[in-house]
């Protein structure tokens, strides 16, 4: 039997308000009063328009089962309750039947389940597309990508275990039935400091403690690693373990996941040996030692380290010795070689291992591109999945806050003009009068970061470029000059008067008012880390290794190429990602997908409000509805709205004939509606105030009421009516029934009466001729027995006859052999006595014989 088909609206069993355009009154309280109720009875989605909100429940809720996938299926976006698997249908169909390139941006702080949603896109998206082997392994492959990247970018960190330290967007291609062709990921910014130092509670990138405890004895052997985590300065120990994450079972799931998008096995295990050689360059420890020139110049203490790295890379250790202690300069034609001292040293081992496993995951990215790119060269439909670190206010904000932060401005920038700009195409496209909204346009700060010539990225440049003793302290000091009267930036020397209040301000800071608030960044390692310098001689190393991975790592190594060109800085490259992204999010009609994480204590059942209501602050989710309001609060299709409402109107109800919005018309006038509170599109009927909305479900409500009540009367009626008729037939039925059984029942009576009669008459008559038969039996029988009885006498008789005759010969015979025998007895004494005496001697004789021969 088909399924049948509900029709349901997203107002139908609310709780709370499913859709936060509707909220009365608009504030910030009722907005996360709204959000708590939701949140409390596991409603953890909720609408802004178009918008979805996801509030993490930090446990697993029955909401993503197969079923749901069905139910969201081909549905309307607003027909039921809110789920990001509707948001992701809007979006397919979209794609699949306008045309239009799609893209989700999933913003919010690190915590909030920004990769959990964005792996439920990508599933949605996996489930309802088509089927077939090619398809099949396709959509396999895209969702085989995230344990790998998971585990190479992911970390534990105070505010989530599962933490993105890199930003993912990522290009599904799709042909024109909306089957999946593949797809290109983008990375941005992988936070490489974290393979060196980790703040305390957090953890290093997850792949480190994975391969420690779930790779075989055999594999660390031949990777020359050891299980214990504490042999490795490079992994902290406070929180190695996490609570609830199976390190050893995700390392499996990891290299089934690289078998599936297409690692080969040498490619896996050159991956492998790279993680160790990183591990293990943590490990090299150096001393100081004197030279004759009066400089100081570092060595390695223990060499075994160094040896087992140069064993697994296949590098000559001395090369790599030298690299670590030496560090050539080249100026025009001149080469000028330097002595390095321990801090030194221990930065250009850092450095390494930084840029190994930073172009490593950039490796892997590439890898997994080349696999699950489209294979034809058909035009390709485009949806795509961002899933980028959110906003970060730390204690100690450092280079890349600064940078993740930057980016959340750019992301917040976009979503604001592009909700601006898809609301005022809606009032065109709907020929609806557009009135302008007033918002805050952070332009000023991204302006304030990114300016070419005197934004603070472009200043971090100036200095890491110009000549002379450069530090973070004349970093802070330029910007000071620079940046000293812009509203949204303060130091301790900052002129800017107008915000310089809070005096405890450290000299060695900024601040930076962000849209979502503001963050105080420490300048320390400013520099450094924009300049990611890696020395020449450690990139000459790593391209001389017989490792055919690390070589391809390090191209700039090669001496035939070499480039006296200063590689762009950090910064220059992020920002010119970002734009990339920008450029590529703007071609596509976006989605959003704002994650809120309602505690810091990563528990389920807990909502913190002043924690929430920070992120609905910064997220600009109150500034998104009041700009979904400004014109109208409502919108529907004229259809549903006729098939929700009709029964308000006597000319609706039950059946409308003619076009959709002219029975919306007839409805409205009918109900008195103010005409400034609605107005006519071309497909769409706008409201413009929520009570109105509300006024019209209370009115259906009570209508639904009378109709129940009139329905409940009628069938009633109907149900007595028909009770009756049934009883009345049923009593005819009876009769004729009972009449039919009564007769057949005499019937039966007379039938087994004959019967019975029939059967005693046969029987007297069997047994008549039963005695009959009998007699003649005896009959025959007697004259037999007297038969028998005379032949037995005859027959006894001539046997008496026989055995005397018998008998007497006998006698006869045994007195003629007693006479035989006596003659013969007398006959034989005498023939004995003549010969007994010799065959007495002669057998004595030889019974002697016998007895002394033997």
């Given at each position: 039997m088909a399924k049948m088909e509900v029709k349901s609206s997203l107002l139908d069993n609310m709780i709370g308000v499913g859709d936060m355009v509707l909220l009365e009154p608009l504030n910030e309280e009722t907005f996360i009063d709204n959000l708590k109720k939701r949140f409390d009875h596991n409603e953890i989605y909720t609408y802004i328009g178009s918008v979805v909100i996801s509030v993490n429940p930090y446990r697993s809720l029955p909401i993503y089962s197969p079923e749901k996938v069905e139910d969201y299926r081909n549905r309307n976006f607003y027909e039921l309750s809110p789920h990001i698997f509707a948001l992701s249908d809007e979006a397919y169909r979209s794609l699949r039947d306008q045309d239009k390139d799609q893209c989700i941006l999933i913003t919010g702080e690190s915590g909030a389940g920004k990769t959990e949603a964005s792996k439920l896109v990508m599933s949605y998206v996996a489930a309802v597309c088509g089927k077939g082997a090619e398809v099949n392994q396709v959509k396999e492959q895209l969702l085989q990508s995230n344990p790998v990247l998971e585990a190479f970018g992911n970390a534990k960190t105070v505010r989530n275990d599962n933490s993105s330290r890199f930003g993912k967007y990522m290009d599904i291609e799709f042909?024109?039935?909306?089957?999946?062709?593949?797809?290109?990921?983008?990375?941005?910014?992988?936070?490489?400091?974290?393979v060196v130092k980790q703040p305390r509670g957090e953890r290093n990138f997850h792949v480190f403690y994975q391969l420690l405890s779930g790779a075989s004895e055999e594999l660390l052997y031949k990777l020359k690693l050891e299980r214990d985590f504490s042999r490795y300065n490079y992994l902290s120990l406070d929180s190695a373990k996490v609570s609830g994450v199976d390190d050893a079972a995700n390392f499996r799931t990891v290299r089934n996941a690289m078998q599936i998008v297409g690692f080969l096995d040498h490619e896996a295990e050159a991956v492998l040996e790279v993680v160790a050689a990183v591990l293990k360059l943590g490990n090299i420890e150096f001393k100081p030692e004197s030279r004759v020139n009066g400089f100081d110049e570092s060595k390695i203490k223990d060499k075994n380290e160094l040896k087992e790295i140069c064993e697994l890379t296949s590098i000559d250790q001395v090369v790599l010795e030298r690299a670590f202690s030496f560090r050539t300069v080249e100026a025009k034609q001149e080469k000028v070689s330097t002595t390095l001292n321990v801090a030194q040293a221990y930065y250009a081992r850092d450095a390494l291992a930084k840029n190994l496993y930073s172009r490593l995951f950039s490796w892997l990215v590439n890898r997994i591109n080349e696999s699950i790119k489209a294979q034809t060269k058909v035009r390709k439909k485009v949806m795509g999945v961002l899933d980028i670190y959110g906003f970060e206010i730390f204690e100690d904000n450092s280079f890349e806050q600064f940078i993740i932060n930057y980016c959340n401005e750019k992301l917040q920038q976009i979503f604001i003009e592009l909700t601006l700009k898809e609301e005022q195409e809606e009032y065109i496209r709907e020929d609806i009068e557009w009135t302008h909204i007033d918002y805050f346009n952070n332009a000023i700060i991204c302006d304030l970061i990114e300016n070419n010539t005197n934004g603070i990225l472009a200043m971090l440049d100036e200095e890491c470029l110009r000549p002379g003793t450069v530090t973070d302290e004349t970093f802070l000091e330029k910007l000071n000059q620079v940046c000293a009267t812009h509203q949204h930036f303060e130091s301790r020397?900052?002129?800017?008067s107008r915000f310089l209040n809070d005096t405890t301000l450290p000299h060695s800071c900024f601040r930076i008012q962000h849209y979502a608030g503001k963050v105080l960044y420490q300048v320390e390692g400013f520099v450094d880390k924009n300049n990611d310098l890696l020395y020449r001689d450690l990139s000459q190393a790593m391209w001389k290794a017989g490792h055919s991975l690390i070589k391809s790592l390090f191209p700039e190594g090669n001496p035939a190429k070499v480039n006296l060109k200063r590689p762009p800085t950090a910064g220059s490259q992020f920002k010119a990602?970002?734009?990339?992204?920008?450029?590529?999010?703007?071609?596509?009609?976006?989605?959003?997908?704002?994650?809120?994480?309602?505690?810091?204590?990563?528990?389920?059942?807990?909502?913190n409000e002043s924690l929430v209501c920070h992120q609905i602050r910064y997220l600009g989710l109150l500034e998104n509805v009041r700009v979904r309001r400004a014109g109208y609060a409502f919108r529907q299709a004229y259809e549903p709205c006729l098939e929700r409402y009709k029964m308000l109107c006597k000319q609706t109800w039950p059946h409308w004939k003619g076009p959709a919005r002219s029975g919306v018309e007839v409805l409205f006038n009918e109900l008195e509606i103010p005409v400034e509170e609605h107005s006519f599109g071309r497909s769409k009927i706008f409201i413009?105030?929520?009570?109105?909305?509300?006024?019209?479900?209370?009115?259906?409500?009570?209508?639904?009421?009378?109709?129940?009540?009139?329905?409940q009367k009628i069938y009633r009626g109907w149900k007595c009516r028909t009770h009756f008729l049934l009883m009345k037939r049923s009593q005819v039925v009876i009769a004729a029934w009972y009449r039919r059984y009564a007769q057949q029942k005499r019937y039966q009576q007379i039938k087994s009466s004959a019967l019975v009669i029939q059967s005693y008459i046969r029987g007297w008559k069997a047994r008549k001729i039963l005695r009959e038969l009998k007699h003649q039996k005896r009959c025959k029988e007697a004259a037999t027995t007297i038969a028998a009885y005379w032949h037995g006498t005859q027959a006894r008789r001539e046997l008496k006859r026989l055995k005397e005759e018998a008998r007497r010969k006998h006698a006869v015979a045994v007195i003629w052999a007693y006479w035989l025998g006596l003659k013969v007895r007398r006959e034989y004494r005498k023939f004995?006595?003549?010969?007994?005496?010799?065959?007495?001697?002669?057998?004595?004789?030889?019974?002697?014989?016998?007895?002394?021969?033997?």
């Open positions: 042909d024109f039935k909306g089957d999946p062709l593949g797809g290109v990921i983008s990375n941005y910014l992988l936070e490489k400091s974290r020397m900052s002129k800017c990602s970002v734009a990339t992204l920008m450029r590529n999010l703007q071609t596509k009609n976006p989605n959003y997908i704002r994650c809120i994480k309602p505690n810091d204590k990563k528990a389920a059942h807990i909502f413009r105030n929520p009570r109105t909305l509300f006024q019209l479900e209370d009115l259906r409500k009570q209508r639904l009421e009378d109709l129940a009540t009139l329905i004995f006595r003549a010969n007994a005496g010799k065959k007495i001697y002669e057998f004595t004789l030889q019974r002697i014989v016998q007895k002394y021969l033997l």
